[in-house]
């Protein structure tokens, strides 16, 4: 199984400030077509997850921009520009590109 | 708009069995895959399952094979899921979700639409 470790765990930011995420996967996620099935949800407290990006930095639409992906093969970061009270919860990568699909552990941004 | 609406969760003894039920609506569900992922109370998220359109094709992670059937109604716009010999690690809220059924994600394996879920506790 694509074993998927997000960093930091845990990112307390200061509202209109930036915030990072990290993850990383066990293994390639370049499928064999060529394409990349990496994607991130939010998921804000009691609400189910949302979609937000998808194959590495295509935003979902309704997401606003200041929400951006980028990575490559096992290295992927998702920022936050500039972070608004809404963006409070908990992240998730999530790779499509081999059986079992899996999730990072999620990593939960609050307000300092 | 999509809607995604999970019913049929509760509380089970271990060894039992529930069916879950999802009605969508909104999108072309007889066009779509569909999926069931979990998430313990406190803990993150668990992919289960995935139905082909025509439900001619499933994919399930190794700890629910043998035990869990993903199915689908496509004529009543349904997902369903069987649970059988239910475990207390099963316990667990059950979203169902759409996969690529936004014509602007067609073919990238996204989960684009998901309910509000369903809680499943397995307990004695």
């Known amino acids: 199984d694509i074993v998927m470790t997000q960093t930091p765990l845990s990112s307390p930011v200061t509202l209109g400030q930036p915030a990072s995420i990290s993850c990383r996967s066990s293994q390639s996620l370049v499928d064999s077509n060529g394409d990349t099935y990496l994607s991130w949800l939010q998921q804000r407290p009691g609400q189910p997850p949302r979609l937000l990006i998808y194959k590495i930095s295509n935003r979902f639409s309704g997401v606003p921009d200041r929400f951006s992906g980028s990575g490559a093969g096992t290295d992927f970061t998702l920022t936050i520009s500039r972070v608004e009270a809404e963006d409070v919860g908990v992240y998730y990568c999530?790779?499509?590109?081999?059986?079992?699909?899996?999730f990072g552990q999620g990593t939960k941004v609050e307000i300092k | 708009e999509v809607q995604l609406v999970e019913s049929g969760g509760g509380l089970v003894q271990p060894g039992g069995s529930l069916r879950l039920s999802c009605v969508a609506s909104?999108?072309?569900?007889?066009?779509?895959?569909m999926s069931w992922v979990r998430q313990a109370p406190g803990k993150g998220l668990e992919w289960v399952a995935n139905?082909?359109?025509?439900?001619?094709?499933?994919y399930s992670v190794d700890s629910v094979k043998g035990r869990f059937t993903i199915s689908r109604d496509n004529a009543k716009n349904s997902l369903y899921l069987h649970m059988n010999t239910l475990r207390a690690e099963d316990t667990a809220v059950y979203y169902c979700a759409s996969l690529d059924a936004s014509i602007t994600v067609r073919g990238t394996r996204v989960f684009d639409h998901w309910g509000q879920g369903t809680l499943v506790t397995v307990s004695s």
């Open positions: 909104g999108f072309m569900f007889s066009s779509s895959w």
């Open positions: 139905i082909q359109p025509d439900g001619s094709d499933e």
């Open positions: 999530t790779q499509a590109t081999q059986f079992p699909w899996t």
